[in-house]
Every structure is written in C-alpha cells, then in structure tokens.
C-alpha cells in the first residue's frame, strides 16, 4: 500500500557544541497514521520534534513537513501542524472560551469559524458550564484535552504531541486516545511522544530512540515478534538498556 | 492585521485580569509623584550648630544671636570648651563646631581683625558644604555689620564692594519640587515601558506559552506589537495620572504645549520599550530580567541629571550620559513644563530619542528568535 508521506526525514542530525542531540535520523510518516515516537529521558525525542515543527534549526541532514522543507518555509510548516508541548500551552488566565478564540483568531479562521468551532469544542469536551472558568481552575486531565482540541482548531494536516499525557489519570488518558483516533481519522497525522508503553501500543507504527539515534521502527506487533518480546515494555527495555548517555539531558 | 487583533484582545485580557499589574500602574505613579519629591529636597535645613564662646562678650553674643536667626541653624549647645562640643559631634547632636576666641570682642574692636574656628562633620558630605557656606555666609555679613558701625568711614570709599543680586529664572522660588516631579515623571515612564514590559514577555517564557506562539504562523512583528501597544498604551496613560498628580497635588501645570510633551513622551516609551523587549530576548527568568532591569535602572537615574547635575559630573561621566536615553527626556521635560520649551527646542533630543528608538526596536526584533 502506498500512501502519501507527510513527513520525509533523511540523516537529520542536530548538535550543540561537542554534544549531538539526534545523530542522523532518517524515517517517513503516512498521512493519517498515528506514529508514536518513544525514547528515554534525554534520547533526543524532543530535539528532533522541535526541528520538525520549525523551532530549532537542524544542523545538517534533510527533512519536509507537510511537503515544506525546514530549513527554507519554517513558517509555511507552522501554518499546517499543530503542536502541544510536555510544557503547558494554554494561558491560564484566561477562559476556555478565551482561549479557543485567541488560537483560532491567530490561524486566521474568520468569526463565524471561530463561533462555529467554540461551540462544537464546547460541547465535545463538555466544558458548556466551564466556558467562562479560568483555565487554571481546570483539573490537569481536562486542559490537556482541551489543549489537544485547540492545537488541531485549524485542522492541520499533522499534529505534534509531546508527552501529551503525563501526569494524567488512566480514564482521561484513555478519552485522549479517543480524541487521536477520531482526528487520525479525519485525516490528521499523530506525530506523539510518550513514556506509557500500553500508549505505544496504540500507535499504527513506533520508533524507538536510543542515544540520538532512532533502534528500531516498526508496527507493534512486529517490534514484540522481532524481539521475542510479550509487551511493548519489554521492547522499549531492550533497546534502551543499550544507552550509554546520561539521562535528563 | 486581524492576527494582531486577536493578540491586542488577549493581552488586555490578561493585564486587567491581573491585580499587579494594576496596582503598579496605578498607585505607583501616585505613592512616588507625592512621597519622592518630598524627600528628594536639596535645600539643607536645621543644621545642627554647637558654639564654643571662650569671649561671652556682647560681640560674641550678637553674632550667635545673628546665626540662630537666620532660619537655617539649630543652636544645640553652647559650649565651654571643644572638647564638649566634639562630645555632641560625636553623638550626631551637632554639625558644625563654631569656637569662638576669648579676646574676640577686644581683637576685633582694637585691631579690627579676629579670627573664629568652624569645625565641620563631614560625614554628610552635603550638609557639611552647605551647612559651611551658610555660616560663611552669616559670618561676612556680621564682619560688614560690625566694619559699618565702628570703623570710621574713610573720606572715600577704600573697599570697593560688588553686590551681586540673583534672580532665578523658571522657578524663582527654587522650588525643588517643581524641579524633581517631572523627573520622577520620567523615571516612572521609564520603569513601566522597560519593566513591564521584559517582565510580561518572559513571563511567557517561563510558562511555557511563548514556545506555543513561535509554533503557529504569527509573524515576528505581529507578536512585537502585541506586546508594544498595550504598555505603550500603559505608558501614556501613567503619564496622564503623572500629570495629573502633578496639578493637584503641586499645582504644577507645564507651560509648554503639552501637546509637544505627550509627543515626546510617545516617542521616549517606544524608544524604552524597545529596550524592555532586548532585556526579554536575553533574559531566560524573570529573576534575570529584574536584575538586568534594576541594575540598568540604577545606572539611567544616577546619570540621567535627576538628582545630580550632569553639567558638574567629569567629562567621562558626561559622556556615558550621552548613552542613557532617561537624561534627555528629564532635559526636555524640564524645559517643557518649567521654561514652555517648543519644538524648535526639544527637536535635538526628540532626534536623539527617535535613533534610540529605530536602534533598540530593530536590535531586540533582530534578537527575537521564532527558532533557535
């Protein structure tokens, strides 16, 4: 099955100073497939993302995003993805609606779009009695599913995940993955991060970093035949056992 | 044009949601603008005086006498010996130690010449010097008082005396306060254009927020401005209540046009935002852009012309004035408010101003980073 690649990467490598963030990394991305992105703290996950999404600058090697080459249209790949950070994104103080408003007005839908998405994420989320709340008031698992809502609202062709769901209890991680399924289903591609191995499980393919590098990239099923592995757990302890760098880089 | 709405709509949103920043725009100019100038008084006062009299004669008393009467002396002891008097020194009781001769009377009658010791504390170096020249001052008109009555008049004038009157021009009563409230006036501009503005921006760093924005498609400019208009906005409206204050307070009302002062003062807090926005680019906490802030801060008041004059500082001072955007905007609004300054005046400084502003603003949007 050939599909469309919405994400080219080839010998992609950053380094600072004598320290070599992503050495080298080289894989596609289908359109609509769910990717997940796995690594150890410091593996070098978070380096590569920001490159992809046009905040940091690769050193050498090649990569296009949504058909846009990173070093020359950083800004035409910003208009077609949506990103959400481990960081917090949303402005806490202010409102949920506020908030849909602002990122929806600054990717340029009109006013009727604006309405139109506020009262459908409203109503999705069922945050109809919490539209005038203080995001900061909201419990962690409800901002990070509003904060997911609010990265695709210009319903880009891929979205950035990193460490979406950290800190966020077992049911509201299992509504997330439901939000991931219905926007791959729309056609969005899901580029995710993550420390839960039962989330990479639900992942269409996976790689796993190891030191800067990407091990191994396959389905699931075939990381676990591959490694004679019963869980994605034992996969990712595999291979990351083989680190010779520090953590929390 | 509507990206920046949108982000003019969300910062106004935060400002009026957040109590301190409301608070500094509101109450500090106020707090300053009345307790400041107040203390900021260069006129010295209630000099402490002890007097050592060895004479105790009618001269030594009349001259005492003379010397608490001009206003500007507090008599603490008189004293018979020195060593008392340095005793009040010593305890911060006295200033100036003024010993008077025994045969003071006698000298300077007889051989119309005598001679009186003035020991100065100069620990408060000003005090000290004013304190001095004010007694200097008491002392030759005496010497003149008592010259007029007992030395016979020669036939023709012998010493030719030079009176000099003074008048001082643009605020004739040497007001200090008319003097330092438009100062302060400034300094306030100053600190919300930098201050408020670096701490705003970083803020957006620390949280985390500002990664979200250098993700979506906001031009570099767009995100500037959002951040430019509401403190610049901020500013002039600071300025308003500055002046305000300013009126009621001092009745302190500019003779310029002020017209040509809130010209000024829009193109001053461009200039100075533009240096709140460098501090932002370099600064990763807000802890750093305080320090950062607050160091040059310290630096812009000491060499602005503020408290000290920058005609009396070394040359080298001087020239490091020429670099501190505050020192022209406290010229220009002096000359506004107190003289009625106009264009043809001020245009020189609004000159400067303006390449402050084209070389700060473009410096800090060359430094902000969308990617690093």
């Not at chain 2, 979200?212 to 403190?231: D, M, R």
Request: aromatic content about 12%.
């Amino acid at each position: 099955m050939e599909t469309e690649k919405v994400i080219i990467v080839k010998d992609l490598t950053k380094s600072f100073g004598d320290f070599i963030g992503t050495n080298a990394i080289t894989f596609d991305v289908h359109k609509g497939e769910i990717f997940g992105f796995l690594g150890a703290n410091g593996a070098g996950k978070t380096t590569a993302m920001r490159m992809l999404c046009g905040l940091s600058r690769p050193s050498s090697g090649e990569a296009s995003v949504a058909g846009y080459d990173v070093y020359k249209y950083p800004e035409e790949i910003k208009r077609n993805i949506g990103y959400m950070s481990q960081k917090f994104s949303l402005y806490e103080d202010l409102t949920v609606k506020e908030n849909i408003r602002f990122y929806s007005g600054i990717y340029g839908l009109n006013k009727s779009q604006i309405h139109e998405k506020t009262s459908s994420l409203l109503d999705q989320l069922h945050l109809l009695n919490e539209k005038d709340s203080l995001v900061k008031s909201l419990p962690l698992g409800w901002k990070q599913k509003l904060a997911f809502s609010i990265a695709i609202v210009h319903n880009p062709a891929i979205v950035f995940l990193d460490e979406p769901t950290g800190g966020v209890d077992p049911i509201t991680r299992r509504e997330f993955w439901e939000m991931i399924y219905q926007a791959s289903a729309n056609g969005t591609t899901v580029f995710v991060t993550t420390h839960y191995m039962d989330e990479a499980e639900y992942c269409n393919r996976v790689s796993i970093m190891v030191d800067g590098k990407i091990e191994a990239l396959d389905t699931p099923s075939n990381l676990k035949r591959y490694h004679n592995a019963k869980t994605m757990d034992d996969v990712f302890l595999i291979l990351a056992r083989k680190a010779q760098r520090q953590a929390d880089q | 044009m509507n990206i920046l709405r949108y982000l003019l709509e969300k910062e106004f949103r935060q400002i009026f949601r957040d109590p301190s920043i409301l608070r500094m725009i509101f109450i500090m100019p106020i707090i300053q603008l009345i307790i400041l100038p107040q203390a900021a008084n260069y006129e010295v006062k209630n000099v402490k005086i002890a007097i050592v009299d060895h004479d105790h004669s009618t001269y030594s008393t009349s001259m005492i006498y003379k010397i608490t009467a001009s206003g500007y002396f507090i008599l603490t002891g008189i004293n018979d010996s020195h060593l008392d008097a340095m005793e009040l020194v010593e305890r911060d009781h006295a200033d100036i130690i003024l010993e008077i001769p025994a045969h003071f009377e006698k000298d300077l009658v007889k051989e119309s010449e005598t001679e009186v010791l003035m020991s100065v504390n100069a620990i408060n170096g000003m005090r000290a010097n004013l304190g001095a020249s004010y007694l200097s001052v008491i002392l030759r008109d005496y010497n003149q008082d008592v010259r007029l009555k007992w030395v016979q008049l020669p036939r023709f004038d012998e010493v030719k005396r030079l009176n000099i009157t003074s008048t001082n021009w643009y605020n004739p009563h040497m007001n200090y306060k008319l003097f330092m409230v438009p100062g302060i006036l400034v300094i306030l501009l100053t600190m919300v254009g930098a201050f408020l503005a670096a701490l705003n921006i970083v803020k957006e760093k620390e949280i985390g927020t500002i990664e979200q924005i250098n993700v979506t498609p906001i031009k570099k400019y767009h995100f500037i401005l959002g951040k430019l208009i509401p403190f610049w906005m901020m500013g002039m409206f600071v300025l308003s209540l500055g002046l305000l204050v300013a009126r009621v307070f001092y009745g302190i009302v500019p003779l310029g046009n002020i017209g040509l002062l809130y010209l000024f003062s829009g193109c001053y807090l461009i200039a100075v935002l533009g240096l709140g926005l460098l501090i932002s680019t370099i600064s990763q906490t807000q802890q750093q852009a305080m320090l950062l802030a607050f160091f040059l801060m310290m630096i812009f008041i000491m060499m602005s012309g503020l408290y000290t004059s920058i005609d009396s500082m070394p040359y080298w001072a001087q020239v490091v004035t020429w670099f501190n955007p505050v020192s022209y905007f406290i010229e220009v609004v002096r000359m506004i408010v107190l003289k009625g300054s106009t264009f043809r005046d001020i245009q020189f400084n609004l000159g400067i101003i303006l390449i402050f502003a084209i070389v700060l603003n473009s410096w800090a949007v060359f430094s902000y980073k969308k990617r690093n």
